[in-house]
Each structure stands twice: as C-alpha cells, then as structure tokens.
C-alpha cells in the first residue's frame, strides 16, 4: 500500500488503548495503523518518545460571537482556530447565536459567513435559541436540525437570552421530537437578578461581586431544575460548564433516576478560584465567567468528577475579551461596576495541556480517559464520530503529536488568540503539542504554523437516526 505520509515510531493513545505502532495517511485518512510500515516514497514523521493522540476536539468555544452594545468578542475565526491549532486541538464547536429579535437561518447564514476561508481547524456549530417563537421553534429549528445542525444550547440566566421553565419545556420537546442534542446553562436569573440588586445597594460593585452573585445555590437550583425539565420531556441532555460538587451531585442522582445526561466541566474550574475575582486595579475582571470559579474545595470536586466518569467533557468555553479595551473587560460601564463587565475568558490553546499536566502528569487520569474527555466524547456527543475524535481505519487524519515532558510557563505573548492576557500567566505546564494536522496535513510544527488559513473546513452532520 502507498501512503502519502507515515508517523512512525510513536505511542498510539485512544480513548480505548494504547499501541505502538505506525499510522499511514492517504487523501487525509487513516489508512493503515501497524507495525514498520513502508514509508519510502512517503512523507515521513518520526514520533519516536511522543505520543500520538486524536486532534483535539472543543465542542464548546465562543468566536465573533454579539455580547452587548459595544462589546467586541477578542477572537473571530481566523485568530480562535488558530489559538485553537496550536493547542491540538483539530476541531471546534462554536455557537451561533440567535439574538432575540433574529431569524435563526439568518443568524446561521451569517455565521457560515464569518467562518468561510477563515479556519485553521474544522468547525460545526451549534445554535444558539434565544427566541423560543412559533417561527424558530415550529419552523426554522426542526428544519435546521433535519440539516444536521443536532445540536442547541439555551440559557436560563442573562435577561437577554434566557428560556422560562415553559419555553425550555417547548424548546426540549422540540429537541426529543426532531433528535436534537440539548446543552443547557444551569444558573437561575431571577435569584442573581436579586443578588445584583442587593449587591448594587450595598455598593458592592466591584469584579469580586460577580462571584458573590452568582454562588453554587443559583447553579445548583437550575441544574436541578434543567434535569427536572428534561426528564418531565424524557429528553437526553447535556450539562455544560459546572463548576461544582453540587451541581456535579444533581446530575449523579438525576442518572440515578435512569436520566441520560452529558455533563461538562471546564479548566477553570479546576485552575482558577473566586480569590482570582479580587485583583488589584480591576485585574479581578480577567477572570469574570459565568459560572465563577469557586473554591479549593470545589477544585477538588471537579476534579473528582473527571476521574469517576461525572464529567464527560472537558471543553474551554472559551470567550474571549481583550482586558485593557473599551470593546472588552474595561468598557466604560464595566471599569466601574461588574454587572458591565462581559462574562467569559480565553482558554482554547491551554484547554489541553492545563489537563495534560495536572491531570495525566500527575496521575490523576490516565492518558486514555485523557482523549476521551478531550476528543472522543465531544465526536461522539456530537455527531462527529468516528470521522472525529479517534484513531482508526477510516477516520480523518486529525493527529496531534504531544511531548509529554515538555515544559513551558504560560505567557499570553506565546499564544494564539486575538486576547491580551490569559487567566493562567505564569503557570508552569509539562506536557505539549508538537505537531499538529489536520485531515493529514501538517499545520503546526515545533511552534511554525505551516497551514493555511481556510484549511479548516464546516463539517456536516448527520441528523440523528430516528429524528
Ligand atoms: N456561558 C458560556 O457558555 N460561555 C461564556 C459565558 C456564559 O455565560
Ligand atoms: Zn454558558
Ligand atoms: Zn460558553
């Protein structure tokens, strides 16, 4: 057999095993893993003392995405994939977000605008409804799902986007009529709403109160009302960024009720707590996300859900804001009281090695649950599996090559992205990504960005059988 390029020589990490062995690439598919593959005539890597795992997937990541009057997302399509490359990752997931007044295929084709020849990685998107109208929910949605756009977040906090308990019922049984996959945003707008104001009374009005609004009652509360919904609509769903052992209990128990939920943690939660909030001159404002970090203890506990099998998926959520910019953090309202600052932080490139070294370098995983909850699990939630998010016959050739001794201290002047500070300055990581490619081509090599931007291309999905 011929091959256009082998990687020989490496460790082969899946979700499944680990394998010594060689991989051929023709057309930018696996075609042949096995031992000392003829390689001569091909293109060659070597691999040896590395591992090969499947390119990175981030099923959750906000690009160029609308976040207020005069707020501008750090990242468009071109900056966010390529922050994204760097950090091995081959695939993003980025929302498209339906402002209320927005028809939804506008809002989608508008998207596909921004992303057209922009990528350095694949992309697919999931849809963001706001508008819970006869239009979206009866038309636009069903049609779009049948498309294989299967996948929808909602949120039941900011005034803007937020679902009631009666639109969510609405928009779940939508998703369990047409087969779409459910991402819910579990914090409880009416009790921050009351939080803020008595907040803003007290004149408690710097970044530190983002945190003190938004504490694990209000996660908990919605969390355990979301799984209520769903299982009231028998629908599967899926839990995104939770940020505590709380939160992370109510979905144990909602399983235990035999309810099929997903659930995702973020870096964050496992790096940052609310003492970051605190800093000097409104630095705490690098760190406003929602939900807030917590504590050491709630570290932990995420941390104990990643090694139990509570989490499924481990994605950046990363929403990036320059800090020092009126388009960002430091707009004019947001330099003055936290309620303006713009909730979100970046965190594509570092998504992986921050898990890489504190959790496959200290023992705390091992490297095959590793790219399960950085790949595999993200491919097969949504939509993309095996094409994505594994290493098989068949599957693309999306391979990242990692040194797992590779030291490096985190400097946002070495990433990717269109920010100006990273939440994890100064954090010494081992464990990097050497060589990326994606479908078979080399697009990052020791640090040199060899592919093109447009090479990443939108990724069709299948709808779901039976929806
Ligand atoms: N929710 C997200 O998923 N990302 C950033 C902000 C938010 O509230
Ligand atoms: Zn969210
Ligand atoms: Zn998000």
């Not at 890597?45 to 981030?58: F, N, W």
């Not at 909602?154 to 937020?162: D, G, H, N, P, S």
Request: proline content about 5%; some cysteine.
């Amino acid at each position: 057999m011929s091959y256009d390029l082998v990687i020989f020589g490496g460790k082969i990490c899946t979700a499944a095993d680990t394998t010594f062995a060689d991989i051929g690439i023709k057309d930018g598919q696996i075609v042949a893993i096995g031992r000392d593959l003829e390689h001569s005539g091909a293109e060659a890597i070597d691999a040896t003392d590395k591992l090969v795992l499947p390119g990175g997937i981030d099923s959750h990541v906000h690009l160029s995405q609308p976040s207020g009057e005069g707020i501008v997302m750090a990242d468009d399509f071109e900056t966010g994939t390529r922050s994204a490359l760097y950090g091995g990752n081959t695939t993003i997931m980025p929302f498209c977000l339906q402002e209320r007044n927005d028809n939804l295929r506008e809002a989608l084709n508008a998207y596909h605008g921004l992303a057209e020849d922009q990528c350095y990685t694949d992309v697919a998107f999931h849809l963001i409804i706001s508008n819970p109208d006869p239009q979206t929910l009866g038309q636009d949605l069903p049609a779009l799902i049948a498309e294989g756009y299967t996948s929808i977040k909602v949120f039941m906090t900011y005034e803007a986007l937020r679902l009631n308990d009666a639109e969510l019922l609405a928009a779940f049984d939508v998703a369990r009529r047409h087969g779409a996959t459910m991402m819910v945003h579990c914090e409880n707008e009416d009790a921050i709403r009351y939080l803020v104001d008595r907040h803003e009374a007290e004149r408690r009005i710097n970044p530190s109160a983002h945190a003190t609004t938004r504490p694990i009652a209000v996660e908990r509360e919605a969390t355990h009302r979301a799984l209520s919904l769903a299982e009231i609509v028998d629908l599967p769903i899926v839990i995104v960024h939770v940020s505590n052992g709380a939160a992370a209990e109510e979905i144990r128990r909602a399983r235990g009720r035999g309810l099929k939920v997903t659930a995702e943690t973020c870096p964050q939660y496992l790096m940052l707590t609310a003492d970051d909030l605190d800093g000097m001159d409104w630095e705490g404002a690098k760190f406003v996300c929602s939900p807030p970090p917590r504590n050491a203890a709630e570290q932990q506990a995420c941390w104990q859900g990643l090694m139990d099998g509570t989490f499924d998926l481990f994605s950046s959520d990363h929403c990036p804001f320059r800090y020092d910019s009126p388009h960002g953090k430091l707009n004019p309202k947001g330099a003055k009281n936290f309620r303006f600052i713009p909730n979100g932080i970046p965190g594509v490139e570092t998504r992986l090695p921050i898990l890489f070294s504190e959790g496959v370098n200290t023992g705390r995983i091992d490297i095959n649950r590793f790219v399960a909850l950085t790949a595999t699990n993200h491919a097969k939630t949504y939509g993309l599996y095996p094409r994505k998010g594994t290493i098989a016959v068949g599957s693309d050739a999306d391979l990242a090559i990692w040194d797992p001794d590779l030291e490096r201290i985190v400097h946002h002047a070495d990433l990717h992205d269109g920010a100006d500070y990273t939440p994890y300055e100064g954090r010494r990581l081992r464990g990097w990504p050497v060589t990326v490619l994606l479908r078979g081509k080399v697009m990052m090599k020791d640090g040199v960005l060899l592919g093109a931007r447009g090479d990443g291309v939108y990724l069709d999905r299948q709808p779901k059988a039976g929806g």
